[in-house]
């Protein structure tokens, strides 16, 4: 297999753009993907400080290692959910990334700072962790953002999620949901804009792009994933990926291109007003946002180990006392040892 590009060993095959490339020009065309996507959606420029939040997983940090290799002044965030052994080896795995590097890894510990963790949360709210996982991030991000100085939260999103996303809300014809799908948030009210660079390339050429990097990301995936009806999403979209290469790219892009536009009067209508949350001073809807009235209910509650927890998240009962068997990761993995098979360092 030669490099498109060069002639040279190629270590990986894109079918989707029909080439193959060696090392050297793989690197290239991620950075270039990624420079493409910065621009065409005017995401931020090189005056503005950039805070990249920070998972442990590869999309995370491969964004973080392009956007400080493109010279952009990224520092990054990352939450310790208190996902039991996920997120102790997410957290080892963030905090190498950026000590090797001598990068700017700010840490918020949910347990030590906010008195609750994820599968606590979800026991307690009976929803699944997602759920509180979510609104707890988006919330802690764009706090840190705002305090912090920053102009823009950059997020892994890769053409995979992106595509799964809007699948997900075409068949469910969320119609103010598509409407707000875009690679860029604006700012408002308080909230800072929210960007997604990776949206260009895939969950393959992103865990490509680590291991010729030599980044260690965490392979495991979240145990609380298992469920989740993205991945149901993303199979189906793999699958007529393989039947027809560039079949995502075309479904996510063109979207943008054709159809996004026609749905933005819906998600501006539903835009309510926002006031600064009594507690925190968040931007709120309501008199008090979310994330505070989920820390009334969480915070003091008894630890729920994650073993506790069924595959959707909810408090499992144990029989004869045996542990709940462990919810199975999600089809994650798979693809990035799929990349990992084909990929030579
Ligand atoms: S960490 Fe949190 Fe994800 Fe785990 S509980 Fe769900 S949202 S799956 S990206
Ligand atoms: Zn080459
Ligand atoms: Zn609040």
Known sequence: MKCTVCRGEA????????????????????RDQVAKAIAEHRMFGRDDR???????????LALWDLLVDMGY???????????????????AASVDFAERRGLTLHRIDLREQHGYDIPTAAAVTRRVPCSSCGLSKRHL?????????????????????EAAVLLGNVLHWQTEYLG????????RDGFPRK??????????????????????????ECPMAAGNR?????????????????????????????????????ARASQEELRPCTSCGAPTTAEVCAFCRLLERVQGAEPVPVEVLGSKGRRRRRRNGAAPRRAPGDGETATAAGAGERVRR
Request: glycine share 8%; with cysteine.
């Open 11 to 30: 270590v990986i095959d894109l079918r989707r753009h029909n080439a193959n490339f060696c090392r050297d020009h793989f690197l290239r065309f991620c």
């Open 50 to 60: 950039v805070l990249v939040a920070v998972s442990g997983g590869k999309d995370s």
């Open 73 to 91: 002044q990224a520092e990054g965030l990352y939450i310790d959910l208190g996902i039991g052994s996920y997120s102790e080896a997410s957290t």
């Open 141 to 161: 991000f764009d706090e840190a953002a705002r305090t912090g100085g920053f102009d823009v939260v950059a997020t892994g999103h890769n053409l995979d999620d």
């Open 180 to 187: 707000r799908q875009a690679p860029v948030l604006e700012e």
């Open 195 to 220: 960007v997604k660079p990776l949206v260009r390339l895939s969950e393959r050429e992103t865990a490509a792009y680590c291991v010729l990097r030599g980044i260690d990301y965490i392979v495991e």
């Open 230 to 266: 993205h991945l149901r999403y993303k199979e189906a979209l793999n699958a007529l990926e393989a039947a027809s290469p560039g079949t995502k790219h075309a479904f996510y892009f063109e979207f943008l291109d054709k159809a996004a536009d026609r749905f933005r009067p819906e």
